[in-house]
């Protein structure tokens, strides 16, 4: 990307792992906190990276940034993570330019999801880009380049049905309630995070359950008592968490710790109970398996489930794909640009320096010499000369290398465009 005049960097990249190669152990190996994101922003400022974004979701980890070399990123990634370089490159993938762009849009409009038509991830993607925006880390190519995935994202939405039916992981747990659970209604049902994913599970509880018996609990109680005023919910506090889950039919973990918050000793009920951890890293210990009474579902289990919804969705790919390619291309025109944006501006000021050099030679021959006239006059002849350079290198990409370069010898500009 050195040629595109667009960051320090020499090429943009995609480094990252997800579910498709790296388990739900080793994805939380690489998960960042809120914290460890700016951290992470705040280190790659320092090094002099001028251009990244970093997101980290229950599915995946990636970073989008501009480099001299991958490893520059890959160490960033484990420096502020659990993570190791030896870990990271048995299940990881690099994207370089233009593949690294293409990455983004599928990623960004939910072909490249754990559930296919996920839209979720757009609004990750969003706060991940205001995020480096805010800690001064980037730069308008990702800027150009998010809003162009946002637009691709909001096409598809709009003119394909690949988001009808289950489009999340929180809607996936639900599911997969109503199908095991026999009298879902009747059940108690304790909800431990109110983070999105846990916001998004109860929506989807009180809508599609018609169960009333869910109760809701968080660390920060008063964020479990929003979500819970809208539908009208029990919140009980943290310190009851023990007492809530010998009461509970159903266990939906969907906290954002870093280490298991649930584990066997937390579990004195004998009574059959279904747990489900929705978290990235596992929040429930695998221990609880040892109780005879308890079943455990992971989120990596939920988001494998087919049915017919999923199977409807496949078949609008091909649309989806075809919005992304025109979308990807116009973007990519748009780079283009940037090849010959430093001649066309060295043009431009060459031609202005000439315009001035010779209106001055003219006014001091020219008794009554309008320079007003003159100047809008010579102006409109630079602009129709500049419209023609600008039209020539952007319909004839071909040869832009060998047109620039005749243009910067033709009017002596080697020096201006370095």
Same mark, same amino acid.
């Given at each position: 990307?050195?040629?595109?005049?667009?960051?320090?960097?020499?090429?943009?990249?995609?480094?990252?792992?997800?579910?498709?190669?790296?388990?739900?152990?080793?994805?939380?190996?690489?998960?960042?906190?809120?914290?460890?994101?700016?951290?992470?922003?705040?280190?790659?400022?320092?090094?002099?990276?001028?251009?990244?974004?970093?997101?980290?979701?229950?599915?995946?980890?990636?970073?989008?940034?501009?480099?001299?070399?991958?490893?520059?990123?890959?160490?960033?990634?484990?420096?502020?993570?659990?993570?190791?370089?030896?870990?990271?490159?048995?299940?990881?993938?690099?994207?370089?330019?233009?593949?690294?762009?293409?990455?983004?849009?599928?990623?960004?409009?939910?072909?490249?999801?754990?559930?296919?038509?996920?839209?979720?991830?757009?609004?990750?993607?969003?706060?991940?880009?205001?995020?480096?925006?805010?800690?001064?880390?980037?730069?308008?190519?990702?800027?150009?380049?998010?809003?162009?995935? !946002?637009?691709?994202?909001?096409?598809?939405?709009?003119?394909?049905?690949?988001?009808?039916?289950?489009?999340?992981?929180?809607?996936?747990?639900? /599911?997969?309630?109503?199908?095991?659970? $026999?009298?879902?209604?009747?059940?108690?049902?304790?909800?431990?995070?109110?983070?999105?994913?846990?916001?998004?599970?109860?929506?989807?509880?009180?809508?599609?359950?018609?169960?009333?018996?869910?109760?809701?609990?968080?660390?920060?109680?008063?964020?479990?008592?929003?979500?819970?005023?809208?539908?009208?919910?029990?919140?009980?506090?943290?310190?009851?968490? /023990?007492?809530?889950?010998?009461?509970?039919?159903?266990?939906?973990?969907?906290?954002?710790?870093?280490?298991?918050?649930?584990?066997?000793?937390?579990?004195?009920?004998?009574?059959?109970?279904?747990?489900?951890?929705?978290?990235?890293?596992?929040?429930?210990?695998?221990?609880?398996? $040892?109780?005879?009474?308890?079943?455990?579902?992971?989120?990596?289990?939920?988001?494998?489930?087919?049915?017919?919804?999923?199977?409807?969705?496949?078949?609008?790919?091909?649309?989806?794909? $075809?919005? !992304?390619? $025109?979308?990807?291309?116009?973007?990519?025109?748009?780079?283009?640009?940037?090849?010959?944006?430093?001649?066309?501006?060295?043009?431009?000021?060459?031609?202005?320096?000439?315009?001035?050099?010779?209106?001055?030679?003219?006014?001091?021959?020219?008794?009554?010499?309008?320079?007003?006239?003159?100047?809008?006059?010579?102006?409109?002849?630079?602009?129709?000369?500049?419209?023609?350079?600008?039209?020539?290198?952007?319909?004839?990409?071909?040869?832009?290398?060998?047109?620039?370069?005749?243009?910067?010898?033709?009017?002596?500009?080697?020096?201006?465009?370095?």
């Amino acid at each position: 990307m050195e040629n595109y005049h667009i960051s320090r960097g020499k090429h943009f990249y995609t480094i990252g792992l997800s579910y498709k190669k790296a388990d739900a152990d080793i994805r939380g190996h690489f998960s960042l906190t809120e914290e460890g994101k700016l951290n992470l922003l705040n280190q790659a400022k320092y090094e002099g990276i001028d251009g990244l974004i970093v997101t980290s979701t229950c599915n995946r980890t990636e970073i989008y940034g501009f480099a001299q070399h991958p490893y520059q990123l890959i160490k960033l990634l484990c420096e502020h993570t659990h993570g190791t370089v030896e870990e990271f490159e048995k299940v990881a993938y690099v994207y370089k330019n233009k593949e690294a762009i293409s990455h983004m849009f599928r990623m960004g409009t939910g072909l490249d999801s754990q559930i296919l038509g996920d839209f979720e991830i757009i609004s990750q993607l969003k706060i991940a880009f205001v995020t480096s925006k805010n800690a001064g880390v980037a730069n308008p190519f990702l800027e150009r380049l998010v809003n162009a995935v !946002i637009q691709a994202s909001k096409r598809i939405k709009n003119e394909t049905q690949i988001s009808s039916g289950a489009t999340s992981v929180s809607f996936a747990s639900v /599911q997969y309630i109503l199908r095991e659970v $026999e009298n879902i209604s009747e059940k108690n049902i304790l909800l431990f995070g109110t983070g999105k994913i846990g916001r998004n599970t109860c929506e989807n509880l009180v809508k599609h359950t018609k169960n009333h018996h869910i109760t809701l609990i968080n660390r920060t109680k008063d964020k479990a008592e929003k979500v819970a005023g809208k539908f009208d919910l029990t919140v009980k506090d943290y310190a009851d968490l /023990q007492t809530e889950i010998r009461d509970a039919d159903i266990l939906i973990v969907a906290t954002g710790a870093q280490n298991p918050t649930i584990s066997k000793e937390l579990i004195y009920s004998k009574k059959e109970l279904l747990i489900l951890d929705l978290s990235v890293p596992k929040n429930v210990n695998e221990d609880v398996l $040892e109780l005879e009474n308890v079943k455990l579902v992971h989120l990596d289990h939920l988001s494998q489930m087919t049915d017919e919804t999923l199977e409807r969705r496949k078949q609008f790919i091909p649309q989806a794909q $075809e919005i !992304i390619l $025109e979308v990807e291309s116009d973007f990519n025109k748009w780079l283009e640009t940037r090849k010959f944006a430093p001649t066309i501006k060295a043009l431009k000021k060459k031609l202005k320096t000439m315009k001035d050099a010779e209106l001055d030679f003219q006014r001091k021959k020219i008794a009554d010499f309008n320079d007003e006239q003159a100047e809008i006059v010579s102006n409109r002849i630079i602009q129709k000369i500049m419209n023609h350079f600008a039209n020539h290198l952007k319909d004839d990409s071909n040869t832009t290398d060998e047109s620039l370069e005749l243009i910067q010898k033709m009017f002596q500009l080697e020096d201006s465009v370095k």
